[in-house]
């Protein structure tokens, strides 16, 4: 008995202790390579921001994605940062549309500032900053990655982030940096945001009515997708499939707008023609400018008679 302790005590013990040391080691050395992966992973995200974080332990908690945590206290996800940073958003956008466009009431202020901090502009502004390509998954979960809710959230946590790390001020002007060129091009967004609104309002210039068709359902309950066709006049402009009624004839108006705006303009350009080269738009006669809206829906319905064929 008091030899078989002895083994244990003397050999068996220190060979464990031994193994224990050196797989905490070969942890540890893991550790350092892959926060040093990470360091320059982060290092090129900054650059894309245009913000240095002077407390990096921010920046990794803003992409942490909540399944990541688990049940461990010691990581935090990006919740918390999530919501301090849709107040600073919104808090930014605000003033922002607030002065820039003091020719506007309430109700277009209003609109220009969701269609800024809205769930799918954050997300496609998340994605152009790069900011899905660094965020902290749990193993298995890349798909994750591609969903544009984690997207969004993630774009908010990083906001609130550098407020943390700076002050109000410094979130501000970053956080104006990516929105430049969106502020310059108002109008445009709004037409993208909000598609059929705007596909309304240029079918009633020409006393036209909009009507959305739905042409076909199928699959499964769980997985429903929706075929539905946009008329302007009781002609035919754009078709597009989606997962839900509402998102198939959004995307139908946003295809028939553009459809619209193009064959519209082309209309224009050809009267201007005709009238020849000293005329104006003024001269034209106002019946001869008003067929402009059928025909242009004839030639784009003559489209979609031909794609579907």
């Known amino acids: 008995m008091e030899i078989r302790k002895y083994i244990i005590k003397r050999i068996f013990k220190p060979s464990v ?11 540890k050395e893991r550790s350092k390579a892959a926060l040093e992966t990470r360091s320059g992973e982060i290092s090129a995200l900054q650059t894309r921001l245009g913000y240095e974080f002077k407390d990096l332990s921010i920046l990794n908690e803003a992409l942490t994605h909540p399944g990541s945590v688990g049940i461990s206290k010691k990581v935090k996800s990006n919740q918390r940062l999530e919501f301090l940073g ?9 003033d922002t549309v607030f002065k820039k466009f ?12 969701i269609a800024l901090t809205q769930g799918c502009f954050l997300s496609a502004l998340s994605a152009d900053l790069t900011i899905p390509r660094y965020l ?6 890349e798909h994750l990655r591609e969903m544009p809710s984690a997207a969004e959230d993630a774009f908010e946590a990083v906001v609130g982030a550098i407020y ?8 501000r002007k970053t956080v104006l940096s990516w929105y430049k060129r969106k502020l310059d ?3 445009d967004l709004m037409r993208q945001q909000n598609p059929k609104g705007a596909l309304q309002e240029a079918a009633a210039k020409c006393s036209e009515k909009v009507e959305y068709v739905l042409l076909s359902q199928s699959g499964p309950d769980h997985q429903k997708v929706f075929e539905v066709e946009v008329r302007i006049g009781g002609v035919a402009l754009a078709r597009a499939s989606a997962s839900s009624k509402k998102s ?6 946003r295809a028939a707008l553009k459809e619209y705006s193009e064959q519209d303009q082309a209309s224009k350009d050809s009267m201007q023609n005709d009238s020849g080269p000293g005329a104006s738009s003024e001269n034209t006669p106002a019946q001869a400018r008003k067929p402009a809206a059928k025909k ?5 319905g003559t489209k979609i008679a031909a794609r579907s064929k």
């Open 248 to 253: 198939a004839e959004s995307k139908a108006a």
């Open 296 to 300: 242009t829906a004839a030639k784009s």
């Open 185 to 187: 091009d108002i109008p």
């Open 86 to 94: 849709d107040a600073i958003l919104q808090s930014i956008i605000t």
């Open 136 to 141: 902290l998954l749990p193993k298995g979960s």
């Open 102 to 113: 003091d020719e506007y009431d309430e109700g277009s202020l209003t609109k220009i500032r």
């Open 17 to 27: 202790t031994r193994r224990a040391k050196a797989m905490r080691k070969a942890k």
């Open 164 to 171: 943390l790390d700076s002050d109000f001020e410094t979130a």
